[in-house]
């Protein structure tokens, strides 16, 4: 019989009253593991209700024994995070040591948040005019929403609930149905490390749940990671509603090769980048833009690399086997055929399939949801494979004659999350730095996601809403300025009384 997982609320498994589940499959063996709840309007009224009613002691405890709780919750997922790695492989399927990466990438952003008293300081001003004095300061919101993707449950939330918490406010996470048991996982965590109550809930579920936070009068706030189109629908709904959001969509990656890079590290950095995690994150690079004279190399040493991958089930590598696998299998039955089918397009409208995964054989887990590597040439900017973003491992190669070229494609796409360029010429990668129009940008690294004390977003139809993840900015998002103007008058000096219906006249 399989487990049922539950929303999280006043530091307690809530089962919640809607009576509707939705199944929980292990990618590599295509088994149900569980039924996870899916709540109605009314459970998640429940959820958020708790979540109100603890958020106004929690931004009123010291920023101190904030910064306490946080520092045990980063102790215990450091210690702990062999078990939230396996909990990762078994419902989304990336291989362990990806798992882990995934957890280490989210801890930074924990660290960070440890030290955010820093950054809550406001300014202060004495004698602005006589006996008036003014400072400003940084308050929480409330309660806020986040909504997190499938592709990487640890880390996504992790991206924002630990600076939401630091910065006092109450947090109600609603993760991916596909693979919810890690949200669960850091709940009990957070309660070990001594949160209180309500601070930290989870809230399991489909659309009718995401409706409900981004409508409830009591979130103030919403941070979201996904598809475009559901980010535009996010972010269209909340702001509706009143509400601060930040919500992040798809991407279509270029990484640039210029005739003078290393082609080893180019090819290297390529595979990694477009078959790490199944293809199935918004960093990952889905287009190869060969300049010049150095494609067909270029093309040859990463078909070499991809036909090396292996493919299998992830949670082999923690159990001892021989060789770790290293490309797990895609999160759904659902999404590996639609990926499949992607590569059918690609095909009929004339792209060359260098490498094609389509017959893959994994290690271990026949009856998962497999899908190799492909790698396509000769790819035009109007075929459905480049236009569309795939989610899955297919690179596609596009060949262009020079530098503007390369840069005009990048420009012309309608997302601009992250790029990269692979180059030894200094001069060309500071000019490529200033020229495209994407967030982040990578120099001889394929993945450019910042370091935590940065900010994590991108540009055009990649983000809806003025402010980026974590860094700073996710500082400013979870909190809201507020200017006190004070006066003390000097008993010794008391002025006359009187009325005065102008301007102060700043004496």
Same mark, same amino acid.
């Given at each position: 019989?399989?487990?049922?997982?539950?929303?999280?609320?006043?530091?307690?498994?809530?089962?919640?009253?809607?009576?509707?589940?939705?199944?929980?499959?292990?990618?590599?063996?295509?088994?149900?593991?569980?039924?996870?709840?899916?709540?109605?309007?009314?459970?998640?009224?429940?959820?958020?209700?708790?979540?109100?009613?603890?958020?106004?002691?929690?931004?009123?405890?010291?920023?101190?024994?904030?910064?306490?709780?946080?520092?045990? $919750?980063?102790?215990?997922?450091?210690?702990?995070?062999?078990?939230?790695?396996?909990?990762?492989? @078994?419902?989304?399927?990336?291989?362990?040591?990806?798992?882990?990466?995934?957890?280490?990438?989210?801890?930074?952003?924990?660290? $960070?948040?440890?030290?955010?008293?820093?950054?809550?300081?406001?300014?202060?001003?004495?004698?602005?005019?006589?006996?008036?004095?003014?400072?400003?300061?940084?308050?929480?919101?409330?309660?806020?929403?986040?909504?997190?993707? $499938?592709?990487?449950?640890?880390?996504?939330?992790?991206?924002?609930?630990?600076?939401?918490?630091?910065?006092?406010?109450?947090?109600?996470?609603?993760?991916?149905?596909?693979?919810?048991?890690?949200?669960?996982?850091?709940?009990?965590?957070?309660?070990?490390?001594?949160?209180?109550?309500?601070?930290?809930?989870?809230?399991?579920?489909?659309?009718?749940?995401?409706?409900?936070?981004?409508?409830?009068? =009591?979130?103030?706030?919403?941070?979201?990671?996904?598809?475009?189109?559901?980010?535009?629908?996010?972010?269209?709904? @909340?702001?509706?509603?009143?509400?601060?959001?930040?919500?992040?969509?798809?991407?279509?990656?270029?990484?640039?090769?210029?005739?003078?890079?290393?082609?080893?590290?180019?090819?290297?950095?390529?595979?990694?980048?477009?078959?790490?995690?199944?293809?199935?994150?918004?960093?990952?690079?889905?287009?190869?833009?060969?300049?010049?004279?150095?494609?067909?190399?270029?093309?040859?040493?990463?078909?070499?690399?991809?036909?090396?991958?292996?493919?299998?089930?992830?949670?082999?590598?923690?159990?001892?086997?021989?060789?770790?696998?290293?490309?797990?299998?895609?999160?759904?039955?659902?999404? =590996?055929?639609?990926?499949?089918?992607?590569?059918?397009?690609?095909?009929?409208?004339?792209?060359?399939?260098?490498?094609?995964?389509?017959?893959?054989?994994? =290690?271990?887990?026949?009856?998962?949801?497999?899908?190799?590597?492909?790698?396509?040439?000769?790819? =035009?900017?109007?075929?459905?494979?480049?236009?569309?973003?795939?989610f899955g491992p297919v690179l596609s190669v596009v060949r262009v004659e020079t530098y503007a070229e390369a840069v005009e494609l990048i420009n012309a796409n309608p997302y601009g999350n992250g790029t990269a360029i692979f180059t030894n010429d200094g001069g060309a990668a500071r000019?490529?730095?200033?020229?495209?129009?994407?967030?982040?940008?990578?120099?001889?690294?394929?993945?450019?996601?910042?370091? @935590?004390?940065?900010?994590?977003?991108?540009?055009?139809?990649?983000?809806?809403?003025?402010?980026?993840?974590?860094g700073v900015e996710g500082v400013h998002f979870f909190t809201r300025g507020k200017v006190v103007t004070s006066r003390w008058i000097d008993p010794a000096n008391r002025p006359e009384g009187g009325l005065e219906l102008g301007f102060p006249r700043n004496v």
């Amino acid at each position: 019989m399989s487990r049922t997982i539950a929303h999280w609320a006043a530091g307690q498994i809530f089962e919640g009253s809607s009576g509707r589940t939705a199944d929980v499959t292990n990618p590599a063996t295509g088994a149900v593991s569980g039924q996870v709840a899916l709540a109605s309007v009314q459970d998640a009224e429940a959820v958020i209700a708790g979540a109100a009613a603890a958020a106004q002691g929690w931004a009123r405890t010291s920023i101190a024994r904030r910064t306490q709780v946080l520092f045990a $919750f980063r102790e215990l997922l450091n210690a702990r995070r062999e078990e939230l790695a396996a909990i990762i492989t @078994a419902e989304h399927g990336k291989v362990h040591s990806d798992a882990l990466g995934e957890i280490a990438r989210g801890q930074e952003v924990v660290e $960070f948040a440890c030290g955010v008293g820093h950054l809550l300081k406001g300014g202060h001003s004495e004698q602005v005019s006589t006996g008036v004095d003014v400072r400003s300061k940084r308050d929480p919101l409330g309660v806020v929403g986040i909504i997190s993707p $499938f592709n990487f449950p640890a880390m996504v939330p992790m991206w924002f609930f630990p600076i939401a918490i630091a910065t006092g406010n109450a947090v109600v996470l609603k993760p991916s149905e596909k693979d919810p048991s890690s949200s669960l996982w850091l709940a009990e965590l957070w309660k070990e490390a001594g949160l209180p109550d309500g601070v930290f809930n989870v809230l399991q579920g489909d659309k009718e749940a995401v409706d409900a936070l981004l409508d409830s009068p =009591r979130i103030a706030s919403i941070s979201f990671v996904g598809s475009t189109p559901i980010a535009e629908y996010v972010y269209e709904r @909340a702001s509706k509603a009143g509400k601060r959001v930040q919500a992040l969509g798809g991407a279509k990656n270029h990484m640039v090769v210029l005739p003078d890079a290393d082609l080893d590290l180019a090819a290297d950095a390529a595979v990694n980048a477009g078959f790490g995690s199944a293809g199935e994150r918004c960093m990952a690079i889905s287009v190869l833009v060969a300049v010049g004279s150095v494609a067909d190399e270029l093309v040859a040493r990463v078909a070499d690399r991809t036909r090396t991958v292996q493919i299998g089930d992830g949670s082999a590598e923690a159990t001892g086997a021989q060789r770790e696998v290293d490309m797990g299998p895609l999160v759904t039955r659902a999404h =590996r055929d639609k990926v499949a089918s992607y590569i059918d397009a690609g095909e009929r409208e004339g792209a060359k399939v260098v490498v094609d995964g389509r017959g893959a054989q994994a =290690r271990g887990g026949q009856d998962g949801f497999w899908l190799g590597p492909t790698l396509f040439d000769h790819v =035009r900017p109007e075929m459905e494979i480049y236009r569309e973003e795939i989610f899955g491992p297919v690179l596609s190669v596009v060949r262009v004659e020079t530098y503007a070229e390369a840069v005009e494609l990048i420009n012309a796409n309608p997302y601009g999350n992250g790029t990269a360029i692979f180059t030894n010429d200094g001069g060309a990668a500071r000019r490529f730095e200033a020229d495209v129009h994407v967030g982040m940008i990578g120099v001889n690294v394929p993945i450019p996601v910042p370091a @935590a004390y940065y900010s994590f977003g991108g540009w055009k139809r990649s983000l809806f809403g003025d402010t980026h993840a974590y860094g700073v900015e996710g500082v400013h998002f979870f909190t809201r300025g507020k200017v006190v103007t004070s006066r003390w008058i000097d008993p010794a000096n008391r002025p006359e009384g009187g009325l005065e219906l102008g301007f102060p006249r700043n004496v």
